[in-house]
C-alpha cells in the first residue's frame, strides 16, 4: 500500500515493510491483547481508560480481535443491587482456547507440569514423584511425558514453556541450556529457565500472597533455605544468575563453618535438617530460634532492599505462628522505622505448585511478543526473549 | 492532514491528534535523539545498526535533527594507520548548545552545582561549604544562588534538575516536596530529588567505577554508612524510599544497641566516628577492622543480590588497600563461589561530585520526554517522571 498526503504527496513505504499505520494499529491491538492477557477479563469502558484510546478506535480495535477468534465476550454478573436494570455488561476476554501456557518445575524429589490459558485459568496440573537419584535424563523424559499429558496431546495455541530447576540457574548453567533446546526442540516454542525457588518467589508476587505488590522477599525454609526477590515487578537474578539466595547471609557471623565456604548461614539453623537436628517440626525452641534467626537476616535484608512483603514458604511455614511470631518481632525490632512501618510479612499461599506457577508467570511477563497478537501478521523477525536462557 | 490510501481509501484522522506517520516519525526521532543523549556521539553507521532505520529513512531523520539545531555533527578522529585513506567518518551528536542537565547535591556540610550538556560535557560546577546548623531555608537560597551562577543566568535549553538530599529520601518526605516546587518553580523544568547517597552510587554506575555494569553495589564510608544499589541499570529506591541502608545491617547481631533500633549495626564499627574512636584513620588495626566487618556485611548482601561490582566511597576509602585489602579478603571468603567469581571490588572515582552527578543521571535515565527531541511540536499533554518526586 501506497499512502498518498491530502496535499498530493506520495509518501512511499517500501514494499517490505508494513505501513505506518498498520503498524500503529498493531501497538493499539498488541496494547489491547497485553491488558487482557496481564489482568483476565475487562470492560470497554475499563479497556478505554487504560489504554486511552478513542471509542471509535477501541470498537475497530475489539471488533477485528473478536472477529479473528483472539478476543471472547461474556457477560459480567450483574453489580449486587443493580436488579435488572440498565444493560447488562459485557466483558472481554483472550479466548481461553488460545495463548496456552505452561510451566514445569523440575525439582529435586518430583515433576510438576502446569497448562494455563489466555484467561489465566489453570486448565491442566500434575505432578509425578521420582527417586532423588534419579538421572537428568529421565527426569527430563518423565517431564516431556507429563508435559504432554497435561497439554492434552498437543502443541496448538501454546505460547511458551517456563521451567524451573533445582540450584543455581545462571546464564552459564548447562542443564538450563539442555532443557531449552529438549522442550524448545519438542515444541517449537519459547522456553525460558531459571531457578524454581526463585520462580516461586515470583508466582508468590503475581498471584499469591503479594499480587499488588512491587518489592516483596520470599524466603523458602526447607531443605535448604533459599529465595527470590521481586524488585519492581521484576524477578531479580544478579549478574550470575545467583540471587536470591538468602540461606548463606549470616546469622552469626562467628558461628560454625557452612558448606558453602561461609560462617554461621541462616541454612544452619532455619533449613528442615537444621530444624529437626534442634528436636523436630514439633519443638517449639526448634522452630522459635529458626524464626528468630531468620527474622534477624531478614532485618539486614530488609534495611537494603525495603520491600513491603516477606513471604515465607517451605515446610517451617507449615508451622504458622510458632515459625511466623518470633520471625516478626525479631524483624520488626531490628529494621529501619522507615522500613518496617509498611512491612508485612506472611505465609506463602501456592506452596507446592509456586514453582510451575512461577514459570508461567515468567513466560507471560518475559516473552515480548505474545503469538496470539503476532498471529494474523506475517511472523516477526527473531523470537528474542529476555529471560537468562531462552530459545525461540 | 488527511491520509488517503493508493485505493482510494480517505482514513481520517482526529484533527487534534497527530497522523500516524507523524506519531511515528517521532518515534524514530526520539529513538536517535535518546542514543546520542545516552552514548555521546555516534556515526551515521552506528545509529543505523543501533536503530535498525533504514539508510534512507536515518539519512531523513538526522538531516531534520541537524537543520532544527537539535544535532551537529564533528569529524572524528581518523583511525590510526588509515593516514588519509578512505573518507573521514562523520560523527553526529546533539547540539552542546542546547540539551543542558543541572544536578545539585544538598549535602550536610556544603552544596554542590553541576550542569552537562547535551554531549554529556560538564560544563560547570561549583560547590560552597555551609555550617551544619544552616537552616534548610538558608541551605536552598545558597543553592539557588549557586545553580544560577553555573547556569549563567539563564535556564535556556535546560532539560530538567536533579537533586541530592541528605538524609531518607522517599515519596513522603517534606523536604524533597519543598524542593520539587522551589527549583520548578525558579526554573520552569521538571525536577526529580533523591537521596545524595544513592545518587552517587548512580553516578559511579553510569559514569564512575562501575561504568558499562548492570548490576553494582556502592557502600559509603563516613560520617555514617550508607550506600545505594544498582539493579539491571537503575537506582534501586525500595517502597517507602529507604533502600540502600547498608549501614543498618548487623555486623555483630549481639552487638550494642544503635540509634536505629537494631545491634551491632555496621555504622557502628565502620564509620569515621567509629574508626575515629577505635585509633583513627592512622590506625591500621581500627581500618582493617571497618574493612573487615564492611566485607563481611557485604558478602551477606552479594549472596542475595549477586551483582558485579562493589564501590566503596567516604573518607575511609581514602585509606585505600588499608580498608581494601581485609574487606576483599573477608568478602571473599564469605560469598558463594558463584558470587564471588565474577565480582570487582574497588574504590569509588568520582568523590565529591558523586551526589551531584548522580543527579543529572538521574535526570537523564528517568525524565522520560527530552525536550530537545519535543522542540519542534505542541508540548505533549503532562511532564510526568518516573522518579520519586517529580513537578513539570
Ligand atoms: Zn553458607
Ligand atoms: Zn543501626
Do not use: K
Not at 548447562?174 to 524448545?184: C, K
Not at 529465595?227 to 549478574?239: F, S, Y
Not at 518475559?366 to 537468562?388: H, N
Amino acid at each position: 500500500m501506497t499512502l498518498i498526503s491530502a496535499d498530493g504527496t506520495i509518501l512511499r513505504m517500501p514494499r517490505s515493510e508494513p505501513t505506518a499505520l498498520t503498524l500503529l494499529r498493531r501497538t493499539h491491538e498488541a496494547q489491547v491483547v497485553e491488558l487482557l492477557r496481564r489482568l483476565g477479563a475487562l470492560s470497554r469502558a475499563e479497556l478505554g481508560r487504560r489504554t486511552g484510546l478513542s471509542r471509535t478506535a477501541l470498537s475497530s480495535i475489539t471488533g477485528s480481535l473478536i472477529g479473528r477468534g483472539v478476543v471472547v465476550t461474556a457477560p459480567a454478573a450483574p453489580a449486587r443491587g443493580t436488579r435488572g436494570r440498565g444493560r447488562p455488561v459485557d466483558l472481554l476476554r483472550l479466548n481461553p482456547a488460545i495463548g496456552r501456557c505452561a510451566g514445569v518445575d523440575l525439582g529435586r524429589g518430583r515433576v510438576r507440569a502446569v497448562v494455563s490459558n489466555a484467561a489465566h485459568e489453570i486448565i491442566g496440573s500434575e505432578s509425578r514423584p521420582y527417586p532423588r537419584r534419579t538421572s537428568w535424563e529421565e527426569r527430563t523424559a518423565i517431564a516431556l511425558e507429563l508435559l504432554d499429558t497435561v497439554l492434552g496431546g498437543g502443541s496448538d495455541g501454546l505460547e511458551g514453556i517456563g521451567i524451573g530447576l533445582y540450584g543455581p540457574v545462571g546464564p552459564a548453567t548447562e542443564r538450563a541450556s539442555a532443557a531449552v533446546r529438549l522442550f524448545g526442540e519438542r515444541y517449537g516454542v519459547p522456553v525460558l529457565v531459571d531457578n524454581n525457588t526463585r520462580l516461586a518467589a515470583l508466582a508468590e508476587a503475581v498471584h499469591g500472597a503479594g499480587a499488588g505488590t512491587r518489592h516483596s522477599v520470599y524466603v523458602r525454609l526447607s531443605h535448604g533455605v533459599g529465595g527470590g526477590l521481586v524488585v519492581d515487578g521484576r524477578l531479580l537474578r544478579g549478574a550470575s544468575g545467583a540471587a536470591g539466595e538468602i540461606g548463606h547471609v549470616p546469622a552469626d557471623p562467628r558461628g560454625p563453618r557452612c558448606h558453602c565456604g561461609g560462617r554461621g548461614c541462616l541454612e544452619l539453623y532455619a533449613s528442615l535438617p537444621a530444624v529437626e537436628a534442634a528436636g523436630g517440626l514439633g519443638d517449639d525452641a526448634a522452630v522459635e530460634r529458626a524464626g528468630r534467626l531468620t527474622g534477624q537476616v531478614l532485618a539486614g535484608l530488609c534495611n537494603t532492599l525495603d520491600p513491603e512483603l516477606i513471604v515465607v514458604g517451605g515446610e517451617l511455614a507449615g508451622c504458622g505462628e510458632r515459625l511466623l511470631a518470633p520471625l516478626e518481632a525479631e524483624l520488626r525490632a531490628r529494621a529501619l522505622p522507615a522500613v518496617r512501618q509498611g512491612l508485612r510479612i506472611t505465609a506463602e499461599r501456592l506452596g507446592d505448585s509456586g514453582g510451575a506457577l512461577g514459570a508461567i508467570a515468567l513466560v507471560r511477563q518475559e516473552s515480548p511478543a505474545p503469538r496470539l497478537a503476532r498471529q494474523p501478521y506475517p511472523a516477526a523477525a527473531g523470537t528474542g526473549c529476555t529471560g537468562p536462557v531462552v530459545s525461540g
